[in-house]
């Protein structure tokens, strides 16, 4: 279980900075072979993630549901036995108190049991979850790619791994960036303003 515990505590960190606010609910789903396990404790895990991300004092599964309780919200955890494309995922789903809603989706595999993130707000992705990541939600058009990667290599911040999800309809995408160190607020502010992103946020998944 432990390799889970970690890897639903990075999808709450996910979650939350994805997040416009704090949300009011956090629901964890386990499909697939997983969900035959005792999983209550993964739902502790998703609200550690989630307040390490909104807060600086330390999280832990001990003081997360106490957490939870003080800022009112409520955290659930389910089964179901399908999983089609994984022999076990984990959802995470956060609700704002404007009924935004952020979903994020990770699973394990090979026999390192390796972390990825498998799906963000309904776009599919394959992407190891670790170190810094930058996720880039903007309207695709020719040379947005290269406008990224040319502001992130002149600021000294080097590309490890990238991955885009293109809108099924429409010209939006949304990029995952595995970076080598994090991002100075005033390279975010060219790249959002260089491809007319409309979400822009960096994410540690250490």
Request: hydrophobic share 45%; proline share 4%.
């Amino acid at each position: 279980m432990a390799p889970w515990l970690d890897l639903v505590r990075k999808l709450g960190v996910l979650a939350g900075v994805l997040s416009d606010e704090l949300p009011v609910s956090l629901s964890v789903q386990v499909r697939g072979e997983l969900a035959a396990e005792e999983v209550e404790v993964l739902r502790l895990s998703a609200l550690r993630g989630l307040f390490s991300a909104v807060i600086e004092d330390a999280v832990t599964f001990v003081n997360a549901p106490a957490l939870a309780a003080e800022r009112g919200v409520t955290a659930e955890i389910c089964k179901a036995s399908e999983s089609p494309n994984h022999r076990s995922v984990v959802d995470v789903r956060a609700v704002g108190a404007d009924g935004s809603v952020v979903t994020v989706s990770g699973t394990l595999y090979g026999p390192q049991l390796s972390q990825k993130i498998v799906q963000i707000n309904g776009r599919h992705f394959d992407l190891r979850a670790q170190g810094i990541n930058l996720i880039i939600h903007y309207v695709d058009r020719p040379g947005a790619l290269g406008k990224i990667g040319t502001l992130l290599g002149t600021a000294g911040v080097n590309i490890q791994a990238a991955q885009l999800s293109e809108d099924a309809e429409g010209p939006g995408a949304t990029i995952l960036l595995r970076l080598d160190q994090d991002v100075p607020d005033d390279v975010r502010t060219a790249i959002a303003a260089a491809v007319d992103a409309y979400k822009l946020e960096v994410v540690d998944l250490s």
